[in-house]
C-alpha cells in the first residue's frame, strides 16, 4: 500500500440556507469525520456538490478544509473540471495548501480522444507538484477510459493511482493485478467488501460521512480474516444506501447530518428536498444503529 491508502470520506460541503458555502460549517463535519476513525478526506468531489460551484468556490472550500484539517489527517483534494485551465487553478492551489494528492474526473461532455484526456492529466500533475489519483466514473462522467487506457494512464509515475466507483469488481481486480504498485480505492459504498476482499488500498465514499466507522471495520474485518463480522457491517452501510436511495443521496445525508447537529445545510439546486416520508424512516433507522457518540456529537 501507498503513503495514501486507507479510508476517507467523499467529504460534503456545508452549504448555508441561501445555498451560499458555509465555512462555518466545516470544521464540525470534519471533526465528525475523523470521529469515526476515517484516515482523510477526499474534498472537492461529486458528493461535495463540486459541479455546482464556480471555481472560485471550490478554491475557497479546498484553502478552507486545509485550514483547519491537515494536520490531522491526509487530504485528497478533486481538482477534476470540464476545462484543462480551471483543474490546473484548482491542482497548483492544492499543492500550495499542503494536500498530499489530487484527483480528477476525466474532462467530460466533449468526445476527447485518449490523447487530450492524457495531456489533461498531465497538466494537473504538473501544476500540482503531488501524486494524481484518477477518478474513474464513468456512469456520471460519461467516459470509460477502459482497462487499457486507465493502465497506460497508471505509466506516469506522477499518477500513484485510481478512485474506481463502478460496478465491475473484475475490472478492478485486473487493474488491482496489472499494477501492484499502484493504490486503488473503492467508490461504489454497497460493494466496498468485495473490493476490500479483492485486495483494495483503501476506499471513498459519500455514506462514509455518516458512517465513516462502518468501512473502517470492514477493512480492519477484511484483513483479520473476520468475513462474518465484515458481512454483518457491509449488511449495515447497504441498509443505510437503500434508505439512502428513496430519499436521494445527497439530500438525504445532508438531513442526517444536520439532524445530528453537524450543519451541513441543504444541497444545491437542481437538488431538490427530500420527501417526508422517507426521511422519517431514515431518521428511524439512525436512532436504531448509530453508536451513542454518533447521535450525541452535537452535545459532546
Known amino acids: 500500500m501507498g503513503t495514501n491508502s486507507g479510508i476517507y470520506s467523499a467529504m460534503l460541503t456545508p452549504f448555508n440556507a441561501d445555498h451560499s458555502i458555509s ?19 477526499y474534498v472537492g468531489g461529486s458528493s461535495g456538490e463540486s459541479i455546482l460551484q464556480s471555481a472560485q468556490e471550490r478554491a475557497l472550500v479546498l484553502t478552507e ?3 483547519y484539517a491537515k494536520t490531522r489527517c491526509k487530504l485528497i483534494a478533486h481538482v477534476g473540471a470540464p476545462s484543462t485551465r480551471d483543474a490546473v487553478s484548482l491542482a497548483r492551489l492544492a499543492g500550495q495548501q499542503g ?3 489530487v484527483s480528477a474526473i476525466p474532462p467530460i461532455y466533449y468526445p476527447y480522444d485518449f490523447e487530450s484526456i492524457s495531456d489533461y492529466y498531465k497538466s494537473i500533475v504538473d501544476a500540482a507538484g503531488v501524486p494524481l489519483i484518477i477518478y474513474n466514473l464513468p456512469a456520471l462522467t460519461g467516459v470509460d477510459l477502459g482497462t487499457d487506457g486507465l493502465l497506460k494512464l497508471l505509466e506516469d509515475d506522477s499518477i500513484c493511482g485510481v478512485k474506481y466507483t463502478a460496478q465491475n469488481l473484475f475490472q478492478f481486480w485486473q487493474l488491482r493485478q496489472a499494477a501492484p504498485d499502484k493504490d486503488f480505492f473503492f467508490g ?4 466496498f467488501l468485495g473490493a476490500s476482499a479483492m ?11 455518516l458512517i465513516g466507522d462502518v468501512y473502517v471495520g470492514i ?5 483479520a480474516g473476520d468475513l462474518d463480522g465484515a458481512r454483518l457491517l457491509q449488511n449495515k452501510a447497504n441498509e443505510l444506501v437503500a ?5 436521494g443521496v445527497l439530500p438525504g445525508l445532508k438531513h442526517a447530518l444536520n439532524y445530528l447537529g453537524v450543519p451541513v445545510g441543504p444541497c444545491r439546486r437542481p437538488f431538490r428536498p427530500a ?3 422517507a426521511l422519517a424512516q431514515l431518521e428511524a433507522w439512525m436512532c436504531d444503529n448509530l453508536t451513542p457518540s454518533q447521535l450525541n456529537f452535537s452535545k459532546a
Not at 477493512?219 to 484483513?223: D, E, R
Request: proline share 4%; aromatic share 6%; no cysteine.
Open 65 to 67: 478544509v486545509a485550514a
Open 219 to 223: 477493512s480492519k474485518a477484511v484483513a
Open 99 to 101: 494536500y498530499n494528492s
Open 275 to 277: 420527501p417526508e416520508a
Open 243 to 247: 434508505l439512502l436511495l428513496t430519499t
Open 199 to 209: 485486495g483494495a488500498d483503501g476506499g471513498i465514499g459519500s455514506t462514509y460521512n
Open 188 to 191: 461504489t459504498d454497497e460493494m
Open 23 to 41: 465555512i462555518a460549517g466545516i470544521p464540525a463535519l470534519v471533526d465528525y469525520s475523523l470521529m469515526n476513525g476515517l484516515d482523510g478526506l
